[in-house]
């Protein structure tokens, strides 16, 4: 069965400091895999998406990186802020449609001011 | 429209009764995804149309549940005899055809009693 697991499940610090986030998956034979952030009963917001081709990608204070042979992904979150405090989700797409995306829990993060 | 749209917003019904959940997607979107997100959990993935027709629905649970996309722009998710065990956040989701980028609308929150 393919499964998306997201370490840990919650996590607080303080301001400024940088920080990652963790994925991981079963099966090695991914399509892309995304990270999308959501905020309390909201819907998700796409933060990067790397394809299956590429190692990593960043966008701003977000680096994502992907290790397909290991079945692993980071998030990795510089200088956070308060504004960051979200839940975020590791999804993969095997490939089966598109759209049809294998989400983790989610990682639950608190910055404090 | 700005974004996706879902209504309604809440809904509170009744064991056994028939629900419909509406979806709005961005303007010029052809590929539309309903997704399912209990409490604590990641979103689970539904069903996926490209225009009117639906490309993947492996991800629905039973045949009380069921989609339409009758003009590839509104789409509708009706559940037949609801179940406690329904009760979730139905997220719907579009993007462009091809497209890796998804936008989510905020979600319809489900219970019932």
């Known amino acids: 069965k393919q499964e998306v697991t997201q370490i840990p499940a919650a996590l607080s610090v303080p301001e400024g400091e940088n920080l990652v986030l963790n994925c991981s998956f079963t099966?090695?034979?991914?399509?892309?895999l995304q990270w999308f952030r959501q905020d309390p009963g909201k819907g998700l917001t796409s933060l990067l998406l790397?394809?299956?081709?590429?190692r990593e990608q960043t966008s701003g204070r977000l680096n994502a990186s992907l290790d397909k042979s290991s079945g692993r992904s980071t998030l990795y979150i510089a200088a956070s802020q308060p504004g960051d405090s979200a839940t975020y989700l590791c999804?993969?797409?095997?490939?089966?449609?598109?759209?049809?995306?294998?989400f983790g829990k989610g990682t639950k993060l608190s910055v404090k001011p | 429209g700005a974004g996706v749209s879902q209504t309604p917003s809440n809904k509170v019904t009744e064991k056994g009764k028939y629900v419909e959940l509406r979806c709005d997607p961005i303007?010029?979107?052809?590929?539309l995804y309903w997704y399912r997100q209990s409490l604590g959990q990641g979103p689970e993935f539904l069903i996926y149309?490209?225009?009117?027709?639906?490309?993947?629905d492996s991800g629905l649970p039973n045949d009380r549940f069921f989609a339409v996309r009758p003009e590839g722009s509104v789409s509708t998710l009706k559940i037949q005899r609801t179940e406690r065990g329904d009760s979730a956040v139905y997220l719907c989701?579009?993007?462009?055809?091809?497209?890796?980028?998804?936008?989510f609308g905020e979600g319809s929150w489900l219970t019932v009693v």
């Open positions: 999804a993969v797409n095997y490939g089966g449609s598109q759209g049809n995306l294998i």
């Open positions: 989701a579009s993007s462009l055809a091809g497209g890796n980028t998804i936008y």
């Open positions: 790397i394809q299956s081709s590429q």
């Open positions: 303007s010029g979107h052809t590929a």
């Open positions: 099966d090695s034979a991914i399509y892309n």
């Open positions: 149309f490209q225009g009117t027709g639906a490309a993947d």
